[in-house]
């Protein structure tokens, strides 16, 4: 995958704060065997902006819309299906200072998807996070975050798929170039269905190491494992990644 990442992010006095990122993503996969992967090619753009206003020092209030569009190589895959699909994402929320070294976050919100293809139907989602953020000493970062979503399914006899995930990550840097980070995330996905309900669990374990080369070239080293496990015989399964990411800055 290649991905584009530009942002913007400006303080306006009197409490205003504006922040805003865009991302292209490029995903490509090679053929397995007989099976052709070139319809699943994709790229996907994204858009966010968020804008706070500072109700009080440590304390700011935000609303952060958000745009996702899909955009698969192939129009038609080898099944008939068009993929793609645009999704659209309004939350609010608050951000808290608590202490100088300790940071919270919680937001709440729905989304929307639009096929396509018109054999699925649209969906509306909701979902909500929680950030904390802890700074214990001034090259040690912990980090937690809580998320719960639930996507209305398109398929008929499947009402939707409620998800919860649990990410802990700790970060250390050694020097002012290099980050260290581990992480852990537990996700849990309950399939609600008409007839009968399923779900499946996965723990994914991972270590990443950035270097930040010099002021215009960056790399990033990442190793994980995912064990996956559930009600089918076919969720089980465990999966090794590693990724290698050079980049770029102006």
């Given at each position: ?7 913007f ?8 704060l ?15 065997g ?47 299906t068009i993929?793609d ?27 929307t998807?639009?096929?396509k ?40 006899g ?12 700790v ?30 669990q ?8 950035e ?19 559930g ?20």
């Amino acid at each position: 995958m290649n991905s584009l990442v530009m942002g913007f992010l400006r303080s306006i006095p009197d409490g205003l704060l504006v922040d805003l990122q865009f991302q292209v993503s490029k995903i490509s996969f090679e053929n397995n065997g007989p099976r052709n992967n070139s319809d699943r090619w994709e790229t996907d753009y994204q858009g966010r902006a968020r804008i706070g206003w500072e109700i009080e020092e440590g304390t700011t209030i935000f609303v952060q819309p958000r745009a996702f569009f899909s955009r698969f190589r192939v129009k038609v895959d080898d099944f008939g299906t068009i993929r793609d699909y645009n999704e659209y994402e309004l939350t609010a929320g608050i951000r808290l200072n608590a202490t100088p070294i300790t940071f919270l976050e919680f937001l709440a919100g729905l989304s929307t998807r639009k096929n396509k293809d018109e054999q699925f139907e649209d969906t509306v989602n909701y979902l909500s996070r929680g950030n904390f953020v802890w700074n214990p000493t001034s090259v040690t970062t912990f980090n937690a975050s809580l998320n719960q979503t639930f996507e209305g399914a398109a398929a008929e006899g499947v009402s939707g798929t409620l998800t919860r995930s649990l990410t802990t990550s700790v970060d250390w840097t050694p020097q002012d170039d290099v980050i260290l980070t581990a992480e852990t995330t537990l996700r849990i996905e309950e399939f609600e269905g008409i007839d009968t309900n399923t779900s499946r669990q996965s723990m994914i374990l991972g270590l990443v190491a950035e270097w930040a080369i010099n002021r215009n070239f960056y790399s990033r080293l990442s190793l994980s494992r995912e064990m996956q496990d559930g009600d089918l015989a076919t969720d089980e399964m465990t999966e090794n990644k590693v990724s290698l990411r050079l980049g770029a800055a102006l």
